[in-house]
Every structure is written in structure tokens, then in C-alpha cells.
């Protein structure tokens, strides 16, 4: 493939009110299903609980053995004060502010490197419809998620410009602190510069190109492990004892484990990362062969040896922002620890996109063009929403309208009715295969937290056959989540 352009880079982009708007709106049309009716999840239910209980005491010890202190002082913060279910959605309006600040920095990288703002919006408006994303504006738990993730962009931002280098380092150990998943966002935005390597006819091999990635490394490396060094101590000093997820890979079965979990599970979802859909090898089959397939085509269109190279890499860097993930010995898949990847792996396939069919769109007026490129962004925006009711939404409703023609009659124990068919699984990858939140524990044994006019003295014990209730307790049905219609065919 010819070089596109060999120039050098213009005056740094500056924003327009107008720009600023329509990236303010996409976080609020990608998630206006918020404003409709707020619903607590899964632990938002034990948080609630434990800051009744003991203040949020409980909690804050739980999450500093994860590792995350900061995180911990927040939900001692927030969920004391978050009394009724509606107000969940004063940390979901905190996260959709996050969320609106990491478009802004997105932005500004993006342009910086002169891609067209058309792909910058685009690429920004299907990141905002991403699983990682939703959740962290969803879930009001780990509504801050967001802003980790802005605070790591924007250190990835700073990195070049800093001759010292402190902010972006206290931003990435403040992060650590909080989520290193999110903390390490940052890395896979190499991608872009990858890319923009790509668009100049260089490499990654070339002299400036390295020496940038040595110093954001150095920067990541030092602010990430000051971080942990900090979380271990001050669990230390609280002599707590530290969560199994937080161990290491620590012999060879397991590094040979992590190494196929790697390939089957994070790659596969960095080329396909809207998709929540698992379980059907053949519809993933059809989603990751095209991908495979632009991979190729786009690498061999490159005679140079060090770009083709450099093409393939702008999949890596998705991965290596995904570290956090890839040392420890646990293998469990949930799309709130892996921002980084999927967001990368966004940016790499619409770039490859970007490069086989431009010259194809010449030959289309800009009409034809904008409609296509609409009815996708449709799609899968409604996909989007879709995913968010059948997760949170309809189940939520249920729980909520059983709950309220219930509230007058409790009794002291209350038996909570859950048929086999509500809790079953669906094929579906992370919490998307919850038909409800229901089935945890730390739901049912708080199902009444955000209801401050129940007794906390009142108990609730979970049956799966009516029989099974006890004769003076009073018996929530909800069978009716058994009920609830679910897609057969998801990306």
C-alpha cells in the first residue's frame, strides 16, 4: 500500500463549542434509559446493607483486600448517603460526567493526530454503546470506573508533555488505587499512535516512536507498582487478609491455563468488542472471521516488513492494557475489568476499515455515505440499549412492582420465591448471562436496603419450590422474572 501522507502534523486541535456538545450528548443518547427509572444491582444491594449495618465498614476492609483503598473510602462515602433506590442515579449522573470527560480527551488525542473528525465522533459514539462502558455508567457501584479511565487518557495525554512527568504518575497511582483495569486505559491509546505511525509510511521501529513508548512504560510502570506498593501496605497496616483474585500466576499449568484463556477469551473479544454473545461457536465463527480476514488483507497490502509488523501490534497494545488481568492466576471474564481491550480493539478494526475502503466511499456521493454510516451507529446504538434493558431494566421493574405490592403485608421472615427458570444462565458472556441479580446472596439478604420504612430486624431466605416456605412467613413471588422474554440471538 502507498504512503497516504508523509506530513507532518498541523497546530494542535482546539475545540468548538459545537464539538463539545455533540460529544457532551453521546454519553446521554447512549445511555438515556438512566433518566427513565432508577435500578439499584447486584452490589449496590450489599453496599447499601453494609453502610446500615456497620457504617460501610465492612465494605471498606472487602475492597482494601482487593487492593483498592481509594475505591474502598468512596463507597464508604457514597453509600452512606444514598438512602432510596432512586438515588442511584446521582452516581450515574457522576459517571456519565466521567464519561463525558474521557470523550473530550479522546477527542483531543484523536485530532491531535489528525484523523478526520467524522472518524473521531464515529469511533467515540460506538466506544460510548461498549459492554465496559455501559456497566460503569450502569452499575452505580462502580459508577467512578469512568473517571479512572478519563484520568488515565489523560495521562497518556500529558506523558509527552511533561518533562517530569508527576501528574500523569499521580494520576496512574491514584487509579491503581482505585481500579487497575481502568488505571491502565491509557496503554491501549499506543494504538493510536500506532496507527498514526501507519498514515506517516514509519513504523513502530522508528527511533522517536520508541523512545515516546519507553517513557510512557516508565511512567505507567512506576505510578501502577507505587500504587500496588501502597495498597499492600496499608492493608498491612489493617491486617486484612488479601483476596484470592489478587494472587499471582505462580507455576507452569497455570501460566499455560492463562495463556489459552488469553487467546480465547481477550483476543477473541478485542475483534469483536460489542459482541456479548457466547456459547454459539458458529455465529462467533462468522463474527471473528471477517475480522481475521481484514487482519491479513490490510498486513499484506504492506510489502515493508517493519509496517506489517506495525499493523498486526495495533492488536497487542489493546492486550498489554489489559495486564492487570493477564498476571493474576484468577480466569474470570467480566467486561468492566477489560476497558483497555475493548476499546482498543474498536479503534484497530475501524482503523483497518478506515484503510480498505476509502477509496471505495470516493466513488459514493456523501449522502449515500452518512446514511450508511447512520443506519450502522442505529444499530447499534438500539443493540446497546437493548443489552442494558434486558440486564438491568426489566428484571429491575419486576423486582421493583413485586416488591411494592408486597411492602404492607411483610413479616418478620420473609420468603423470597425464585423458580429454577429465573435463575438459569443465559448464553451470554460476563453478568449478561444473569437473568436477574437475584441469584446472589448479598441481593436477597439486602433486598430490602433502599427501603428505609422495613425493619433491617426483618430476614429473607431464598426457595425454589412455593412448598418450601415456612407457614407463618410471608412469601415474594417472583416467578414472573422466570417469564421475562430474552433475545435467542445476540452479537
Known sequence: MREVNRTQFSKPFTFTPKILAVISLIPIISNVDLFFRQVAWSDDFAMRGDSLISGGRETFLQITANLRPLFALFLKATFTKIVYEENILILQLFSLIGMILLNIILLKILRDREFSQKFAVTLIFIANCLPSFQQYTHFATISIFTWVCAGSAIAYHLIPKSKYAFWPFLLILAGMLIYPPAALFGLTLISIDLAQEVILGRSIFTSAFRRKLQKIFLVYATGSLSGLLFAYTFGYLLDVQFAERTKLITSIPILLEKIQWVISYLFITSIRPLAIGAGDNIIITFQVLPVLLLIAITTMSFRNLRQQITILALFIFPLVSSLSNIVIAENQFEFRTLPGLCFGGLFACLFLIKLQIQRLLTKFSP???????????????????????????????????????????????????????????????????????LQSSWVTNNIFAFIPSVARSTKTYVVNERENCGVNDQMI??????KLPFRKFVW
Not at 446514511?371 to 419486576?398: D, F, K, Q, R, T
Request: aromatic share 8%; net charge neutral; proline share 4%.
Open 477 to 482: 413471588d417472583f416467578s414472573q422474572l422466570s
Open 367 to 437: 449522502r449515500i455515505t452518512h446514511s450508511i454510516l447512520g443506519l450502522v451507529l442505529s444499530v447499534i446504538l438500539v443493540n446497546s440499549h437493548w443489552n442494558s434493558y434486558e440486564l438491568w431494566a426489566a428484571p429491575g421493574n419486576v423486582r421493583q412492582e413485586v416488591i411494592a405490592k408486597n411492602i404492607s403485608n411483610l413479616t418478620e421472615n420473609v420468603c423470597l420465591y425464585l423458580p429454577n427458570e429465573s435463575l438459569k444462565p443465559l448464553a451470554r458472556l460476563g453478568i449478561y448471562s444473569m437473568r436477574s441479580d
